[in-house]
């Protein structure tokens, strides 16, 4: 999912649903820096796109969850609180 906010950010919402804990890996992360970069391109007027993973469990966080994910959102975020 993709949002184009009004403050010139688009937040790319990466989506996982896993039986355990999500770890990102190198070649998970390349598609993630990948996708980034595309959507700079398609939106040029934009001034950053930030990534924020949703998932079923909290992720493990790692080198590449630490330099990509700008936020992480759990099924508890959104439907127990």
């Known amino acids: 999912m993709v949002i184009v906010r009004a ?3 688009t937040t790319l919402c990466e989506m996982k649903y896993t ?5 990102i ?3 998970e992360a390349e598609k993630l ?3 980034a970069e595309e959507l700079s391109q398609c939106f040029p007027t934009q ?3 930030l990534i924020t993973l ?3 469990q909290t992720p493990k966080k790692n080198i590449y969850y630490n330099s990509l994910i700008t936020n992480n959102i ?3 975020d959104l439907f127990l609180e």
Do not use: C, E, G, M
């Open 33 to 35: 820096r990948h996708r």
């Open 47 to 49: 001034k950053q796109v």
């Open 7 to 9: 403050d010139k950010v």
């Open 74 to 76: 759990t099924l508890f």
């Open 19 to 23: 039986n355990k804990p999500y770890a």
């Open 25 to 27: 890996t190198k070649q």
């Open 54 to 56: 949703v998932s079923n």
